[in-house]
């Protein structure tokens, strides 16, 4: 037998092979299902967007990155996740020099900032989203209709003014205005389910979540159906409610967050000026997250309750 | 319904490298090395020296302490060296070093007790002690203790242990297949020792052949039950094994027997039996030797104290590129650097990965994705204990239940971020005890 150095590090000797940029690659991989909804109804300009918006963010990460002198980490994917999700919740018809910006702004202000990936209390997407929707308020609420390419409103906004609902078969396919990657509830929930059944995301943020907004609004005396397949509820749900790094880490404050999620989605969409609140009630969620991490600490095996 | 407990992991199990291979016989070592602590516990004393002349099964450690076990001689010849050695738990032990007369002679103070039917449950406990015996699962814990609770402490059940969860190990499995009446022989011992009507026999359901073979043989006893476990890791922890039997949890920080039970290990009553049956003391044990590093996998009889490099030449030595040495499993062996180091009482198996199969991936920042938090057999934050112990936050760590950890390795297992939080648990851990004690 012959000289061996053998490696010792410490128990457990094998890995599950999980990795960050597996998940990220597979998020990714998910979110192309609501993409490309996003390019069938709006056309190639979409695609562009997507694909500028993805590479601001990935650029401006490693910009950072190397003026900080920290190693550049762009290949773990997070920076592309980011870029992507920004790009479906934005315009389709939005200047492309406003997306690099908001790009921009997603990984500066909304990861960066605070030390990188794992660090930001806020979802970085959602972060760039709305100082987008604070400094070009014009440009982030002009929609453009699928198919003719002409201007119009999104439906919340026609619910909102005139109190008129829209096809349900047209909101489930995404046939209708609003932002990119939001129209399409089918594409959504196919991606949602693949990352569910990859075990990538987990069911109770999504599930609590849709589940707050569809029993509140039957309370309220609104169209529980219409509620759930209009705006970016969907999308917001199944992709950035469940972003790992800005939710709680229990199961209990999982159902917590996305109850919240949902009753704040409600309030704004039915008494406040936004047609839409999903953006704004996940990052009011993400605030909480710390408080209902620190609450939510599970009773361990054999923890006696008083003590 | 099988059972089982909340949490835990699916590791590949590649048992099938020695599950089908029935134990082999080891050859005789030419040398052993036999460390004074192979148990929980206060060493023993050695009581012999060099130049001495022993058999096999005669005493040459002696256990003073409540909480000890002698250590028997495994071979007959001369002992060379009573001196330190390097011990596979870790750092230097003296041990008592024995070289081969080739004879292998028996002891003459070796006498087949009474059977099991006219012993009393002080004449059993004795046995056990004078035997050696401790807990065969890695732990090591001597076993006639544990079943002498103190005074207050009642028992009403006893679990013998055949989950066998660690991936790669089969020596539990081998032995309940071709020795399922000496494990029930075991049990029953122990119930007669503590005066228990309430045995069980508890299996992962991935052992069929196992499971059919106790069930025949608990057929006609009374008070044995077979329990058919889901197969998951940790399943034959302590802790989850007794949640998964009997519904009830140990209270954090105490004992198995705080919820009135006893759990033994499946090769840990085979030895009772041989001490009954031969009143042979513990001086063998069934060691799996296998993975992707080592040519002939194998079940192996092998005697306490046989160096790990006798152990894997009779395996067929290594094959390709070595990575790591792990005494034990792959979720809770530890790594060895060199291999003169003996088997012990505690060796359920021998693993050597190959260099492609030591997980070496870099690190990246914790992603919050709480993979860890839903792994957890008990149910603590490794993200949180793991940044507590990186920041050196002790206090917060054992507010955070760190000293409930029972260092499976689960979260490790499945971070994402590939972060040692096992380990970086056990840091906290030693802090939080250290602190203790001052
Ligand atoms: S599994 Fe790893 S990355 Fe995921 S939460 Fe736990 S420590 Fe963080
Ligand atoms: S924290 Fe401890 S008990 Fe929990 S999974 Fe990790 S090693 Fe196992």
């Not at chain 1, 399409?184 to 995301?201: E, T, V």
């Not at chain 1, 029993?215 to 759930?228: N, T």
């Not at chain 2, 499945?414 to 004690?437: D, F, Y």
Request: aromatic share 6%; glycine share 12%.
């Amino acid at each position: 037998m012959g000289e061996f150095k053998f490696i010792t590090t410490s128990s457990p000797h094998i890995h599950s092979g999980e990795s960050v940029q597996k998940i990220m690659f597979n998020v990714a991989g998910a979110l192309l299902l609501p993409t490309a909804a996003g390019i069938y109804f709006f056309g190639m300009r979409a695609l562009v967007l997507v694909i500028i918006t993805t590479l601001a963010a990935v650029l401006t990460e490693a910009i950072f990155q190397k003026l900080r002198g920290k190693p550049i980490t762009v290949w773990d994917g997070s920076a592309m996740v980011t870029g992507i999700l920004l790009a479906l919740n934005l315009p389709p018809g939005l200047p492309l020099w406003m997306a690099v910006v908001g790009a921009a702004i997603a990984i500066s202000l909304g990861k960066q900032v605070y030390g990188g990936l794992g660090m930001n209390p806020f979802n970085p997407a959602l972060i760039g989203r709305v100082f987008l929707m604070i400094t070009f308020p014009v440009q982030m609420t002009t929609w453009i209709n699928p198919v003719d390419g002409t201007t119009g409103a999104t439906p919340l906004q026609i619910m909102k003014m005139q109190g008129v609902s829209t096809d349900y078969v047209k909101l489930f396919l995404g046939n209708i205005g609003g932002s990119l990657g939001e129209t399409s509830a089918l594409m959504i929930i196919l991606g949602g389910l693949y990352l569910l059944y990859k075990g990538y995301i987990e069911w109770r943020i999504p599930g609590f979540y849709l589940g707050a907004v569809a029993i509140l609004s039957v309370i309220l005396g609104r169209d529980p159906i219409f509620e759930l397949l209009s705006g970016g509820l969907m999308l917001g749900a199944f992709f950035m409610a469940t972003d790992m790094v800005t939710s709680p880490i229990s199961r209990l404050g999982k159902i917590i967050f996305g109850i919240g999620a949902g009753i704040f989605t409600v309030i704004i969409r039915f008494y406040g000026g936004y047609p839409e609140g999903v953006s704004f009630s996940i990052l009011l969620m993400n605030a909480f997250t710390p408080v209902i991490n620190r609450y939510t600490v599970p009773r361990i095996y054999g923890e006696v309750k008083v003590r | 319904m099988l059972k089982t407990f909340r949490g835990g992991i699916h590791p590949p199990y590649n048992k099938d490298f020695t599950k089908h291979k029935p134990v082999e016989r080891a050859k005789l070592p030419d040398r052993v090395i036999i460390p004074m602590s192979q148990h929980v516990g206060a060493p023993c004393e050695p009581i012999v020296k060099v130049g001495d002349l022993v058999k096999k099964g005669q005493k040459i450690g002696e256990a003073k302490a409540f909480v000890s076990a002698p250590i028997h001689a495994s071979i007959s010849g001369k002992v060379t060296a009573v001196e330190p050695k390097p011990h596979p738990g870790g750092g230097m032990v003296m041990s008592v070093v024995i070289e081969s007369d080739g004879k292998d002679e028996l002891f003459e103070g070796i006498k087949t007790p009474k059977p099991l039917a006219e012993l009393t449950p002080d004449e059993i406990k004795n046995l056990i002690r004078e035997s050696g015996i401790v807990g065969m699962g890695g732990a090591g814990f001597p076993t006639q203790v544990k079943l002498s609770p103190p005074p207050g402490k009642t028992i009403d059940t006893i679990i013998v242990n055949g989950a066998e969860c660690e991936p790669y190990l089969t020596a539990d499995h081998r032995l309940m297949v071709e020795r399922p009446d000496d494990v029930v022989l075991g049990l029953e011992a122990i119930m007669k020792a503590t005066g228990v009507k309430n045995g069980y026999i508890a299996i992962e359901e991935n052992k069929p052949d196992a499971i059919e073979a106790i069930r025949k043989a608990i057929q006609a006893k009374d008070g044995i039950e077979l329990v058919e476990l889901a197969t998951k890791y940790p399943q034959g922890g302590e802790k989850q094994l007794i949640n998964a039997v009997t519904g009830r949890e140990v209270p954090s920080g105490g004992l198995p027997m705080d919820v009135h039970v006893i759990v033994d290990n499946a090769g840990t009553c085979a030895a009772i039996a041989n001490a009954i049956k031969t009143g042979m003391p513990l001086v063998e044990r069934i060691t799996t030797v296998t993975g992707t590093g080592v040519n002939e996998p194998k079940n192996l009889l092998i005697r306490v104290g046989t160096p790990f490099s006798e152990i894997i030449e009779q395996c067929g030595g290594f094959k390709g590129e070595v990575g790591k040495v792990i005494m034990g499993g792959p979720m809770m062996g530890l790594a060895q650097s060199v291999l003169d180091v003996p088997a012990v009482k505690g060796t359920s198996g021998i693993l050597v990965l190959a260099k492609n199969d030591v997980n070496l991936s870099e690190q990246s920042p914790c992603i919050r994705c709480a993979r860890c938090v839903d792994a957890c057999p008990i149910h603590l934050l490794p993200t949180t204990l793991g940044k507590f112990a990186e920041r050196g936050m002790w206090t917060e760590a054992e507010e955070y239940h760190a000293l409930d950890c029972i260092e499976c390795g689960c979260c490790a297992y499945v971070c994402a971020a590939h972060i040692p939080l096992t380990q970086l648990i056990r840091l906290a851990k030693n802090h939080i005890v250290a602190s203790k004690k001052k």
